[in-house]
């Protein structure tokens, strides 16, 4: 794994090595459906979001999100999705949640086993360059001992802006607040 | 500044007796990384994975994954409920020609959740696979163990384990 030095030699503080570094964790409450990250540095090369989430709704789905907004840009047109995902037995399923934020973040979801979360990592890949539309790849699922789904997708966000903001939030039907054990942790990575 | 992505322990396999690895994890990470490149002398056999709490493999019935592969003519999922480890399909039985898994074991440390792997694996000539595997403690977990139920892992095979911490 390349390092780089951001210290310097001589000074009082040691050098530091890293190019992988944590930006923000956002923790559920309790009584929130929505996780945001706000002010996201330019500085990186591509950002990567892991996850690990329920919602406190009984008997729902305890991950079905309903928005995923970049910098606040609610035009539909502007998100596209295409999704793989096994629920454990025939043929993986596609699906595709084009022009709209509400299923551009594809989840697994149905609760049933207590005490057992969504798991997920967001690659958001050249996030800050300003010539391009933002491409994002997508891995998450949960097994529930019986039951459970694998996802794996493809974003797109049709937008030359940096993303500097992200915003998720849960349905709030059917997944309800994010516990208090969820959290998603922002992380930049440095090219 | 905290060093947030952290190389761990990593091995080289050498010789042809290997049929496992294990993994001491500290729990002072937020999630953890195994990588590997390794090729399996049995045919029909892959890499299998273990955790445990209590500073060894748990052999009991508390593993399930859901999964979907490609084999190159067809795409399956599947699932397994109740065993006593986790398959990791996408094998390779050519030495020299290692096959490659990536497993996230999210929030690992957690002591109030269930404990989800994903992965991410495949071998030229095997699958290509997705898959989420569940670990039923709400346990730290502080050791993990992916071997072979059959035959032995050839060398020069590397399995290296990483930690990433969340601020």
Same mark, same amino acid.
């Given at each position: 794994m390349l390092n780089n030095v951001i210290g310097v030699l001589g000074s009082p503080i040691p050098p530091v090595f890293t190019d992988y570094e944590s930006i923000a964790t956002a923790n559920g409450t $309790?009584?929130?459906?929505v996780i945001t990250f706000n002010s996201i540095p330019s500085t990186y090369k591509h950002l990567q979001l892991r996850f690990i989430t329920r919602g406190g709704a009984a008997g729902g789905y305890p991950a079905d999100i309903s928005s995923f907004v970049l910098n606040s840009d609610t035009t539909a047109t502007n998100y596209y999705c295409h999704s793989l995902f096994g629920t454990g037995s025939g043929t993986p399923s596609t699906t595709a949640a084009n022009n709209n934020y509400s299923g551009f973040l594809q989840m697994a979801g149905a609760?049933?086993?207590?005490?057992t979360y969504v798991v997920g990592i967001i690659d958001f890949l050249?996030?800050?360059?300003?010539n391009k539309y933002k491409t994002m790849r997508n891995l998450n699922g949960a097994d529930f001992n019986g039951s459970g789904k694998v996802i794996f997708s493809s974003m797109l966000w049709k937008n030359t802006n940096a993303i500097s903001s992200i915003s998720i939030t849960a349905?709030?039907?059917?997944? $309800?607040n994010y516990t208090t054990a969820s959290s998603f942790a922002l992380y930049g990575i440095k090219g | 500044m905290t060093v947030t992505y952290e190389a761990i322990q990593s091995y080289t396999v050498t010789g042809t007796s290997t049929t496992g690895l294990d993994f001491s994890v500290p729990s002072t990470y937020t999630d953890l990384v195994l990588v590997s490149s390794a090729a399996l002398s049995a045919s029909g056999f892959s890499l299998v994975l273990r955790v445990g709490t209590a500073g060894s493999a748990d052999t009991g019935s508390n593993y399930s994954r859901t999964y979907m592969i490609g084999t190159g003519s067809s795409a399956i999922s599947g699932r397994d409920a109740n065993s006593t480890s986790i398959d990791i399909n996408g094998s390779s039985y050519t030495s020299g020609t290692p096959a490659t898994t990536i497993s996230q074991f999210m929030n690992y440390a957690n002591t109030t959740t269930n404990k989800t792997i994903l992965i991410r694996a495949g071998g030229a000539g095997d699958v290509v696979e997705a898959e989420v595997g569940l670990y039923r403690s709400t346990s730290a977990i502080n050791f993990i163990r992916i071997y072979v139920a059959s035959g032995y892992i050839f060398a020069d095979s590397t399995f290296s384990l990483y930690g990433i911490k969340a601020e």
């Open positions: $309790g009584s929130s459906n609760e049933a086993l207590a005490n050249d996030y800050a360059n300003t349905d709030p039907t059917y997944t $309800g | -």
